[in-house]
């Protein structure tokens, strides 16, 4: 594929250009506000050229894919600009600013036929695959609690992150990923789950730095999530609990750092640890998205499950006290 880069972003080097670069795609084009900070983008990772705006990207005739890494209050915009000129996009999440901005791109992806994938690349990677097959199997019974921690150290001061008229929070930027897999999980504990309460810790007005969510599944299995912004370090963990046992993903959202899924018994002691491979989850995403683009098959996840998140996030918001987005 050839791809266009909306914006020099940090997350680029991780989420497109290793995976670009180790599949054998093109980085064909690049735009950022500031032109010094695409050229200097362009010269690290190969970009072939430096365009002056996102629409000339967009409209580049050897754009294939549009990967948009904007700040999250651009992702909805510059989505359906992709979507209006026909280019699939890979857009970071979360896919809007709120659940009405998503379903107009939803809306128009459908009219025009324009696949767009979220990225929740933690979905790809083999380490979810085993993990599935395990709650399948019944290998820790029913479940019953899911503790999801999404822990990062605090972004500079001007970062947009911190921007409430560029969607930034916690919810938004952590939150997102532990919605997402408490509702894929869903599927185990008897169907959809909802957003039962939550509290927040505020930088500014209505900016979030941290927060906890509580989480009530159909069967009457629980949830908690633990969200920071401002933790000392990296953690990105997800345990699910059975009758007969537990699940332990190390780091679910970033395996390449941490491949280990502990499988534990009822009481307490470690049956079995796991390694499932520290390719990147951005690496097995991309693939996918070719793939799907090239055959026209189908994703694990689309448009519906876009909407439906923003509309969740859009809920925990509001379940700690906040406006959305």
């Not at 992709?82 to 809306?107: C, I, M, T, Y």
């Not at 921007?163 to 938004?172: K, Q």
């Not at 941290?210 to 009457?220: C, K, T, W």
Request: charged fraction near 20%; proline fraction near 5%; include cysteine.
């Amino acid at each position: 594929m050839r791809i266009g880069v909306l914006g020099a972003s940090r997350i680029a080097e991780s989420a497109i250009v290793g995976p670009a670069h180790a599949l054998g795609h093109r980085l064909v084009a690049v735009a950022a506000r500031d032109r010094g900070r695409a050229e200097a983008f362009a010269g690290k990772y190969g970009v072939e050229r430096v365009l002056d705006t996102y629409q000339d990207v967009i409209d580049d005739p050897e754009v294939d894919v549009v990967y948009n890494p904007l700040a999250n209050a651009l992702h909805g915009p510059w989505n359906l600009a992709a979507v209006h000129a026909g280019k699939p996009v890979l857009s970071e999440k979360p896919f809007a600013r709120n659940a009405s901005e998503a379903r107009q791109v939803a809306a128009a992806a459908r009219a025009a036929g324009v696949p767009i994938l979220e990225g929740f690349h933690y979905l790809f990677h083999p380490l979810m695959a085993r993990t599935f097959e395990l709650l399948d199997s019944g290998s820790i019974g029913a479940v019953r609690h899911v503790e999801v921690v999404m822990a990062m150290p605090s972004p500079g001061d001007g970062d947009p992150r911190w921007s409430y008229e560029l969607a930034g929070g916690a919810l938004m930027d952590l939150g997102c990923y532990s919605l997402h897999v408490s509702r894929v999980l869903g599927a185990w504990c008897g169907g959809a789950p909802e957003v039962a309460g939550g509290r927040a810790v505020l930088r500014g007005p209505q900016i979030d730095e941290s927060a906890v969510l509580d989480i009530r599944y159909p069967n009457g299995a629980s949830g908690t999530h633990a969200i920071s912004m401002v933790a000392g370090e990296y953690v990105f963990s997800l345990r699910i609990v059975g009758d007969d046992g537990s699940l332990y993903l190390h780091d679910y959202l970033a395996p390449s750092r941490d491949d280990r899924l502990t499988i534990v018994s009822s009481s307490g002691g470690t049956v079995a640890v796991e390694h499932l491979g520290t390719r990147s989850t951005y690496t097995y995403q991309l693939e996918a998205l070719a793939i799907a683009i090239a055959h026209g098959t189908a994703l694990p996840i689309g448009l519906d499950d876009a909407v439906e998140n923003m509309r969740y996030l859009d809920d925990a918001y509001r379940a700690v006290g906040l406006d959305p987005r």
